[in-house]
T-cell receptor, first 113, second 116 residues
Framework: AQSVTQLDSHVSVSEGTPVLLRCNYSSSYSPSLFWYVQHPNKGLQLLLKYTSAATLVKGINGFEAEFKKSETSFHLTKPSAHMSDAAEYFCVVSDPGNEKLTFGTGTRLTIIP | EAGVVQSPRYKIIEKKQPVAFWCNPISGHNTLYWYLQNLGQGPELLIRYENEEAVDDSQLPKDRFSAERLKGVDSTLKIQPAELGDSAVYLC??????????????FGPGTRLTVL
């Protein structure tokens, strides 16, 4: 069975400093992995997607994530946080050929001015 | 390109009343999903349609929940009767079932249901 664990429920960083949101996954196969962002009262928006191509995936708004099979991790990073990055972030896993997405419990990112 | 449209955005009802949510997917998307998102949690799949067919409804509580996707486009999710524990956000998503191993799902803004 597929699952994801988001290691931090809440992360606070100062504006202009790096962001690191941690995610570990469990899958019996070579999974597809996603990061989605959810701003208050807005729909979930896809940040980036990994599907067994390059292990370093670049997404929108300067975010990127690296797939590390040996560590079963898919951490999300951004070099410099912006106030508009404040939101809830979800790490998501899906086994190949399975359209079912399994979401983590989310990490709330707060940006300190 | 228009995104996934959901209505209403907010709904407040008393317990035991019926309620319905509507979703219009992105044009051309043949797969439609309904998710339930409880406060502080990630979304959980309720039902998945491919065109008109419900291909995965294993997580749908069929005693009180029902869904339909007539003509393979719009979809309606219904709860009858609603219970206090049904208070949550109901999300609709759509995707195009193509050759990709996992298709990207696009989400609507959700309907926030409050049951009093």
């Amino acid at each position: 069975a597929q699952s994801v664990t988001q290691l931090d429920s809440h992360v606070s960083v100062s504006e202009g400093t790096p962001v690191l949101l941690r995610c570990n996954y469990s899958s019996s196969y070579s999974p597809s992995l996603f990061w989605y962002v959810q701003h208050p009262n807005k729909g979930l928006q896809l940040l980036l997607k990994y599907t067994s191509a390059a292990t370093l995936v670049k997404g929108i708004n300067g975010f990127e994530a690296e797939f590390k099979k040996s560590e079963t991790s898919f951490h999300l990073t951004k070099p410099s946080a912006h106030m508009s990055d404040a939101a809830e972030y979800f790490c998501v896993v899906s086994d190949p050929g399975n359209e079912k997405l399994t979401f983590g419990t989310g990490t709330r990112l707060t940006i300190i001015p | 390109e228009a995104g996934v449209v959901q209505s209403p955005r907010y709904k407040i009802i008393e317990k035991k009343q019926p309620v319905a949510f509507w979703c219009n997917p992105i044009s051309g998307h043949n797969t439609l999903y309904w998710y339930l998102q409880n406060l502080g949690q990630g979304p959980e799949l309720l039902i998945r349609y491919e065109n008109e067919e419900a291909v995965d409804d294993s997580q749908l509580p069929k005693d009180r929940f029902s869904a339909e996707r007539l003509k393979g486009v719009d979809s309606t999710l219904k709860i009858q009767p609603a219970e206090l524990g049904d208070s949550a956000v109901y999300l609709c998503a759509s995707s195009f079932r193509g050759s990709s191993s996992t298709d990207t799902q696009y989400f609507g803004p959700g309907t926030r249901l409050t049951v009093l």
